[in-house]
């Protein structure tokens, strides 16, 4: 018996890379999987087609598992509602979402169109919101359901050119905290994944300079969607059901807990501070812990396993 054997599982955005790696992941595992996707282009905005969650479809069927399609939008409403439905009426439950869907539109902040802005949001960000909001409440009360949401080292860490990007997904760490803290008494678990993988989002990164298409190929080679897959199932499935309100990240044959914000440091002034006293004297004492400027490539600096 799989991990989620008996189960019936949402996953966004799964016709392509960490998506299509968990729903056939996900029916491996016993579930009866809902394979969402919208069938349009990385970087959205096109009408999309069914075909493409359709033929996932078919891979889980020819591999005996049970399966169906839906090319609904994770940034409609109504879209959203009928994944919902769809899952209870064929199946006739449903017990766990993981929504990798996503788009990527990079450029440097000061260029940034407010139309690139509000798309990046809208899907990450609101999307994340629309699967998790209409299915919190069939979640509480049947006492079980788990959310599986991605972040990304962009917004935990930081890379130049993403600041939509990284604003939506650190958006969405804050979102599954509270659903986490809110469902704890009703085993509603939520927990959030930053996954290095190459996918087609990936592969729409600019490659600008030697060291920068190193890093790719590295991530071509040996970070893959299904390695992700692996922690998103494990995270959706009953065998974790202690598990809630963490984020980790998925590397290559790598898992890592990530951490989450708290004090570090603190300096108090018993007579109250200025803008002079904080500048010459509180931000001095503290500046040995700041952190710095460095992209996610300066934290992760080594090969992955």
């Known amino acids: 018996m799989g991990v989620l054997e008996g189960k019936v599982v949402l996953v966004t955005g799964a016709a392509n890379g960490i998506g299509k790696e968990c729903a056939l992941l996900a029916a491996k595992e016993g579930a009866k999987v809902v394979v969402n996707d919208l ?6 905005g ?21 399966a169906v399609s839906n090319s609904d939008s994770v940034t409609s409403r109504p879209g959203v509602a009928r994944m919902i439905e769809q899952a209870l009426d064929t199946f006739k ?25 509000d798309s990046v949001l ?11 909001h209409a299915a919190v409440s069939h979640f509480r009360e049947q006492q079980e359901g788990s959310f599986v949401l991605f972040t990304s080292t962009s917004g935990l860490i ?20 509270i659903l986490a803290m809110e469902g704890a008494m009703k085993n509603v678990r939520s927990n959030t994944i930053a996954p290095f993988a190459w996918t087609r989002m990936i592969a729409t990164i600019p490659v600008k300079d030697e060291a920068s298409a190193e890093r790719v190929e590295r991530m071509k080679n040996m970070m893959r969607a299904d390695q992700v897959a692996q922690l998103a199932v494990a995270l ?7 598990v809630s309100g963490q984020i980790f990240a998925a590397r290559g044959n790598e898992v890592f807990l990530m951490s989450q914000p ?44």
């Open 262 to 305: 708290r004090p570090i440091r603190g300096i108090g002034k018993v007579e109250g501070w200025t803008p002079e006293t904080i500048a010459n004297h509180c931000m001095p004492a503290l500046k040995p812990s700041f952190f710095d400027l460095g992209a996610t490539t300066s934290v992760f600096g080594w090969d992955p396993i």
């Open 158 to 177: 930081g890379n130049v050119g993403q600041a939509n990007y990284a604003a939506a997904k650190m958006g969405i760490v804050g979102m599954s905290r």
């Open 46 to 66: 096109d009408e999309g087609s069914a075909g493409p969650a359709e033929q996932v479809v078919q891979q889980i069927k020819q591999a005996g598992g049970e």
């Open 39 to 44: 069938g349009g282009g990385v970087a959205g």
């Open 236 to 242: 959706a499935s009953p065998a974790t059901k202690d």
């Open 122 to 132: 809208e899907v990450h960000l609101q999307g994340s919101y629309n699967v998790c």
């Open 93 to 117: 439950g449903l017990h766990a979402i993981i929504n990798p869907a996503g788009i990527l539109r990079d450029t440097m902040f000061h260029k940034m169109s407010d139309k690139d802005w």
